[in-house]
C-alpha cells in the first residue's frame, strides 16, 4: 500500500510533469482557435477562460492516467524512465486521485460555463486517450496513434462547440488538420526512439514495418496535410493571410519529409518531429489572426 500512495520526495513539479504541459498548452491553442472561429462576435471571458481550463484539466487528467498505465514501459525507455511514476516518486493510487480531481473540476467547469455537448465530448476524448489509446490501441496495432490520434485531435472542436453549442464542418475540418498531423508529428519521434519501443515490445510503425515504410508513410500522411491545411480558405472560412502562411509552413514540413525520405541527412527524425510542433502551433496562430484581421479590417 506504502508504494501505492507513496508521494515522497515528490513535489509539485513532479504533478505537474505527469499532465504533459507542454502538450496540453499546444492543445489549448488549437481550441482557442475553435472558440474564436466559431463566432464573429466576441467569445465571452467566461467561456474564454473556464471553457479553456476545463478542457486543459480533462487533457491533463488523461495524460496523469496515461503516466499510470505506462509506468511499466516507461521506466525501460531511456526518454521516459525519469518520469515520476516510472522512478516511484509518485504512487499509481496517489496519481490516480489527481487525474480525478482534476476530471471533476475540468467537467464542473465545463458544465457550468459552456454547455453539456462540450462536456461530453471532453470526456470522450479523455476516455479516447487514457483508456482506448493508452490502455488497448498502443500495445495492441501500429496503426494505434492514427486512431487514438482523435482524441488529441478534439480541441478545436471542443473550443467551437463550447462558443456555439452544435457541431458543425468547419470545426471538424479543424479536426482533421490535426489528424493528419499526428502521424508525421509520432512516427518521426517513433523512428528516432525505435530501438526503445522495440526494447518495450510497444508495435510501433517503425519497429513492425521497418524505417523505410514509415517514412513513406510519413511523406503521404504529410501530403495529405498540406492538401487538408488549404481548405479553411478554400470554404471561405479563412482568408489570404492563412493560405500564404498554410502554404508556406505545410511545403516546409513536405521538405522535411522529403530528406527524411531520401535519408540523405543524420537527425533527419529528430529534426522533422521538433519541427511538426512548430508547424501546428504557427498554423493555428495564422488561423486566430487571420480571424482577427478577416474581422477588423
Ligand atoms: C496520438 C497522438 C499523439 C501522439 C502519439 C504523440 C506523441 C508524442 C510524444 C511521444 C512526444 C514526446 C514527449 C517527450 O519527449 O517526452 C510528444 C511531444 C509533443 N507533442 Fe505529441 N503526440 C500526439 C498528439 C499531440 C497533439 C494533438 C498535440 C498538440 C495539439 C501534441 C503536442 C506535442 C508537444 C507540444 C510535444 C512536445 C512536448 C515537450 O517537449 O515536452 N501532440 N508527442
Ligand atoms: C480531453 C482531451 C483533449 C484529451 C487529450 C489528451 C491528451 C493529453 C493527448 C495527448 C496525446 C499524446 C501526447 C500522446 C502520446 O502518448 P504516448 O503514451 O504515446 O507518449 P509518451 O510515451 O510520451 O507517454
Redesign the pocket.
Known amino acids: 500500500m506504502a508504494t501505492l500512495l507513496r508521494t515522497k520526495g515528490a513535489s509539485w513539479r513532479d504533478y505537474l510533469e505527469l499532465t504533459?504541459p507542454k502538450?496540453?498548452v499546444l492543445?489549448l491553442i488549437t481550441?482557442l482557435a475553435g472558440m474564436f472561429l466559431a463566432t464573429r462576435a466576441g467569445v465571452s471571458l467566461s467561456v474564454l477562460l473556464f471553457g479553456n481550463l476545463g478542457?486543459g484539466l480533462?487533457?491533463?487528467?488523461?495524460?496523469v492516467v496515461?503516466?499510470v498505465v505506462?509506468r511499466r514501459?516507461?521506466a525501460l525507455?531511456a526518454?521516459?524512465h525519469k518520469?515520476p511514476l516510472a522512478q516511484g516518486r509518485v504512487g499509481p493510487v496517489s496519481a490516480l486521485l489527481f487525474a480525478l480531481a482534476l476530471a471533476l473540476l475540468?467537467m464542473g467547469l465545463l458544465l457550468t460555463f459552456t454547455n453539456a455537448l462540450t462536456a461530453w465530448l471532453?470526456?470522450a476524448?479523455?476516455l479516447?486517450?487514457?483508456v482506448l489509446?493508452?490502455g488497448f490501441l498502443?500495445r495492441a496495432t501500429p496503426q494505434?496513434?492514427v486512431i487514438?490520434?482523435l482524441?488529441?485531435a478534439?480541441?478545436p472542436l471542443?473550443g467551437w462547440v463550447a462558443v456555439s453549442g452544435h457541431v458543425s464542418a468547419e470545426p471538424l475540418l479543424l479536426v482533421l488538420i490535426i489528424f493528419a498531423w499526428t502521424p508525421p508529428h509520432?512516427w518521426a519521434l517513433a523512428i528516432h526512439r525505435k530501438q526503445e519501443y522495440a526494447k518495450a515490445e510497444i508495435p510501433m510503425l517503425p519497429v513492425t514495418h521497418g524505417e523505410r515504410y514509415t517514412k513513406l508513410h510519413i511523406l503521404l500522411y504529410t501530403l495529405i496535410l498540406l492538401a487538408v491545411s488549404l481548405l479553411p480558405y478554400a470554404i471561405h472560412m479563412s482568408g489570404p493571410l492563412y493560405l500564404a502562411c498554410a502554404l508556406a509552413l505545410g511545403l516546409r514540413f513536405l521538405h522535411w519529409a522529403w530528406v527524411l525520405y531520401r535519408g540523405s541527412r543524420p537527425h533527419a527524425a529528430i529534426a522533422t518531429f521538433k519541427y511538426s510542433i512548430g508547424y501546428l502551433f504557427a498554423l493555428f496562430v495564422a488561423l486566430l489572426v487571420d480571424h482577427y484581421l478577416l474581422l477588423n479590417l
Open positions: 504533459k502538450v496540453v492543445m481550441s478542457i480533462c487533457a491533463s487528467s488523461a495524460a496515461n503516466h505506462d514501459i516507461d525507455m526518454r521516459t518520469r475540468g471532453t470526456l476524448s479523455l479516447g486517450y487514457a489509446y493508452t498502443k494505434n496513434i487514438g490520434g482524441a488529441g478534439a480541441p471542443l509520432f
